[in-house]
């Protein structure tokens, strides 16, 4: 392998450059940058210009219909640039009483923020434990959860039903917000934010001082922990808010979330395409607005979880 | 402080005397404290866990043995009778078959995007942020939402892609009746969502490839490819595993994109795009029979446990020779 055969020759390299008088040190540097050849080039911004425009057409093109009318998805001339009927759509999604779009809304407000917080707060807590605390059965317990990533979530949903219908619960957010308080990926993910993140040193500190557990937690581990709490709060967030297997069974049609009311819609309107890709447009709106505020922190949280995970 | 201060006073040959251990009660706190807290952090978790993970799953489990009765919610014990029954249906077989051809044709394209894409965005590009943001837009949006989007766009009389085809001079694909075109088409809205996300975990594997790596093979006269063959790839295999063994796991559950490709939501006239998972539905809450959708969830299970470890055992070697090489 090249790589483990190649360091050698860069260390001469880069003492050779550092014995440089100081005059070539500026045509040390340029070669350095090229070297490197990472300065992209032009055809580096076509290739990721065609990316983007691929990510964002289904965008574009859910407009393009939803603003037309039921005779724009079948016109062969059909024209690039939005019609003036985007409101229109949306009013008749949001005023359909089969869709119940607004209860749609609030409860996938309510439940995906119950989800995240209780998601943080756990994982928080069990990720603080295994990451700083020794006892008793940590390595292998931690080891379970790591495991446990790997059950897909068909496996607890008849039991979850029949559970849910014993206590009445079908129907109501409580439903799909219990099976979800807990994450296992998200005790992984703190724990292996906070081992690398807090020096044990300063826990044995605060311990020696005569800290309590819990205040060595609230004061370190909690101040330690905020931003990869923030990122698993969005990205829990984002993932409940998307989810839709279990709630389309649990839930009632009369009290849906946003998914389960947009594969309402597609059974209401599938013969007039616009209203479906308006509301398709307005159930996205929220999340779309969420990634222009905090898309740069899901982008560094998910690099930062694969490099740690 | 009570117990210790009553001790009888040590015997005065042990010398020099050792002072009485005095606990107060405060350093008994503090060592319960240390003792008891790790569990008591572990323990929302844990509870929560073995209420909403652990039970259902042992649950299904019982059921899947059982002929489930929903009025009077009990069951009777049959022994492998439901599994027996789902492994004879024809349809669990053409399922089975949906799944991974859905889950190859989204999985393969995928990664080889993305490893590419990354490699775009590894390069030293401007705004980096705003290219990152840019890969992970689809990301933010509903399965649900995609699957609507693109069954649009590959309408069989006047979907876009269609239309696109027949312009050029191609005929027209009946991506509704075609098996494999409907997984096509299925494995088209997955890419669509996931490519960036896994693009971005690529990227970021990518970064921690030292760089003086790229700068000795470039003195050793590699060009791009060379480099990218022989430095970048290897170095990602750790987190290509990864990547894989998170997409079959995801992959072979897939519900939301067929579930969205017709309005019926049945897989096609012919099952051709019926998967597992939607499979399951139907049996459960089409059919109402919860034992034979308790064996069909653990078949599942098992499924992606022995493709998870052939997955592991594969790539294990992979990267085996390619270190021996």
Request: aromatic residues 14%; hydrophobic residues 50%; positive net charge.
């Amino acid at each position: 392998m090249t790589a483990l055969e190649t360091p050698p020759i860069s260390t001469t390299e880069a003492s050779d450059s550092e014995r440089m008088p100081q005059p070539r040190a500026t045509r040390g540097r340029n070669r350095t940058t090229k070297i490197r050849g990472v300065r992209a080039g032009f055809w580096v911004y076509v290739g990721l210009g065609v990316v983007l425009v691929g990510a964002l057409f289904p965008f574009y093109w859910s407009f393009l219909i939803g603003s037309g009318d039921s005779s724009t998805i079948n016109d062969p001339n059909m024209s690039w640039i939005p019609g003036g009927n985007f409101l229109e759509n949306a009013a008749t999604v949001v005023n359909d009483p089969a869709v119940n779009f607004w209860r749609a809304l609030g409860n996938s407000i309510t439940s995906s923020l119950l989800i995240a917080a209780s998601v943080v707060v756990t994982s928080t807590l069990a990720g603080w434990a295994f990451a700083k605390l020794r006892f008793p059965g940590s390595k292998p317990l931690l080891v379970f959860v790591v495991a446990t990533m790997a059950v897909p979530m068909q496996l607890g949903v008849v039991p979850l039903y029949i559970l849910f219908s014993d206590l009445g619960w079908t129907g109501n957010i409580g439903a799909i917000v219990i099976p979800a308080v807990t994450s296992a990926f998200g005790v992984f993910w703190m724990t292996q934010y906070l081992q690398q993140s807090v020096p044990d040193e300063l826990i044995e500190a605060a311990r020696v001082d005569g800290a309590s557990m819990i205040r060595t937690f609230w004061t370190i581990g909690v101040v330690a922990a905020r931003p990869a709490a923030a990122m698993l709060g969005l990205f829990t967030f984002v993932t409940a808010w998307n989810n839709f297997f279990w709630p389309f069974i649990v839930l009632d049609r009369s009290d849906p979330t946003l998914p389960v009311a947009l594969s309402l819609l597609q059974s209401n309107h599938f013969v007039d395409y616009s209203i479906v890709l308006a509301g398709v447009l307005l159930s996205t709106l929220p999340l779309l607005l969420l990634f222009v505020f905090a898309g740069k922190q899901l982008v560094s949280g998910i690099m930062q979880g694969a490099v740690k995970g | 402080m009570t117990a210790t201060a009553t001790r009888p006073p040590a015997p005065p040959t042990s010398r020099p005397p050792r002072p009485p251990r005095v606990i107060s009660f405060s350093q008994r706190l503090s060592r319960w404290d240390l003792k008891v807290s790790p569990y008591l952090y572990i323990s929302p978790f844990f509870i929560m866990f073995a209420v909403v993970g652990l039970f259902p799953i042992a649950f299904t489990a019982v059921i899947s043995f059982m002929d489930w009765d929903l009025v009077r919610n009990s069951g009777q014990f049959i022994g492998f009778d439901q599994y027996a029954w789902i492994l004879g249906q024809p349809q669990f077989w053409t399922a089975l078959r949906n799944t991974f051809s859905i889950f190859l044709f989204s999985a393969v394209p995928q990664l080889i995007a993305a490893i590419f894409i990354a490699a775009m965005l590894d390069r030293n590009i401007r705004a980096k942020t705003f290219w990152r943001m840019g890969v992970l837009v689809p990301f933010v949006m509903a399965p649900v939402a995609v699957a609507l989007i693109f069954s649009n766009m590959f309408g069989d009389n006047h979907g876009l892609v269609n239309n696109i085809l027949t312009d050029v001079g191609l005929p027209a694909i009946q991506w509704h009746k075609d098996a494999f075109w409907s997984h096509v088409a299925i494995a088209t809205m997955v890419n669509f969502r996931w490519t960036g996300y896994n693009t971005l975990i690529l990227l970021a594997a990518m970064q921690a490839i030292p760089r003086d790596y790229y700068e000795a093979a470039t003195v050793d006269g590699a060009g791009a490819f060379r480099q990218f063959r022989s430095i970048t790839l290897p170095s990602l295999k750790p987190t290509l595993i990864f990547v894989i063994i998170t997409a079959t796991i995801g992959g072979l559950q897939i519900f939301d994109e067929p579930r969205m490709f017709d309005q019926f939501g049945r897989g096609g006239a012919a099952q051709q795009w019926l998967t597992i998972t939607l499979y399951l539905y139907d049996i459960g809450w089409g059919q109402w029979n919860f034992g034979r959708a308790a064996a069909l969830a653990w078949i599942l299970f098992l499924i992606i446990l022995i493709i998870g470890l052939i997955n592991l055992l594969v790539t294990r070697r992979l990267v085996r020779d390619e270190g021996r090489r």
